[in-house]
């Protein structure tokens, strides 16, 4: 069974469009987060979001925002798409703080 | 921020070789993390070492840490063609504010 999947693997898409990338994990966490690594490779984290705290990186753009329907779920929904936002997105989950993060197989956009 | 800087960027050594990574960091922690990721894939947990220990060892891998330097290493010994991945640390706060990871450390282990 595959502890954090996101879907899709591979999204393409014109610059302005809305798109989202759904994540699940099974594991029973209680911490999800979304990371960007770019193409030089740099891991950044954007959100860290448990039942009672959403922690927000400030250099995130607000046309970013997750939304959790549930526990075992942290979609990540992106507003009017641009040529910068072409990265892999991954998604991962924890316990605790600080705890081991398992991550997804990622999602590569590409915004043409 | 919790930044973790490693160093090398890249290391490129032979099969059989032992690798050494090092990680630097800024500010206070409760434990440090390392990740490996394979071209292409997502991160996968290594191993965690918390602040008040200072040698940990799982499988052929071995880290250190010195919080005194706020400094972490990752020996890989008896390295594989299978290695071959980037290498990244996570230093790890209470809040879990592991907010830029870092370029990672590239190793490439040749047959």
């Known amino acids: 069974d595959t502890a954090v999947s996101q879907t899709p693997k591979y999204l393409v898409t014109q610059m302005g469009n809305d798109k989202s990338i759904k994540c699940e994990q099974n594991?029973?966490?209680?911490?999800m987060y979304w990371y960007k690594q770019d193409s030089k490779k740099f891991l950044k984290i954007m959100f860290s979001?448990?039942?009672?705290?959403?922690?927000i990186n400030e250099t995130v753009p607000n046309r970013f925002s997750p939304k959790s329907p549930d526990k075992a779920h942290l979609n990540l929904h992106i507003n009017s798409l641009e040529l910068g936002d072409s990265a892999v997105y991954f998604c991962?989950?924890?316990?605790?703080?600080?705890?081991?993060?398992?991550f997804g197989q990622g999602t590569r956009l590409t915004v043409v | 921020s919790q930044q973790g800087e490693e160093d090398p960027q890249a290391l490129s050594i032979q099969e059989g070789e032992n690798a050494t990574m090092n990680c630097s960091y800024k500010?206070?922690?409760?434990?440090l993390q390392w990740y490996r990721q394979n071209s292409g894939r997502g991160l996968v947990h290594l191993i965690l070492?918390?602040?008040n220990e200072r040698e940990k060892h799982s499988g052929r891998l071995r880290v250190t840490l010195d919080t005194s330097k706020k400094s972490s290493s990752l020996l890989i010994t008896a390295s594989r063609a299978a290695d071959t991945a980037s290498y990244f640390c996570?230093?790890?706060?209470?809040?879990?504010?592991?907010?830029?990871w870092g370029l990672g450390t590239s190793l490439a282990v040749n047959p």
């Open positions: 996570a230093p790890g706060a209470g809040n879990n504010r592991k907010l830029i």
């Open positions: 500010t206070s922690i409760n434990n």
């Open positions: 070492i918390r602040s």
């Open positions: 594991l029973g966490h209680d911490t």
């Open positions: 979001y448990n039942n009672k705290e959403l922690i």
């Open positions: 991962a989950s924890s316990l605790a703080e600080s705890t081991e993060a398992f």
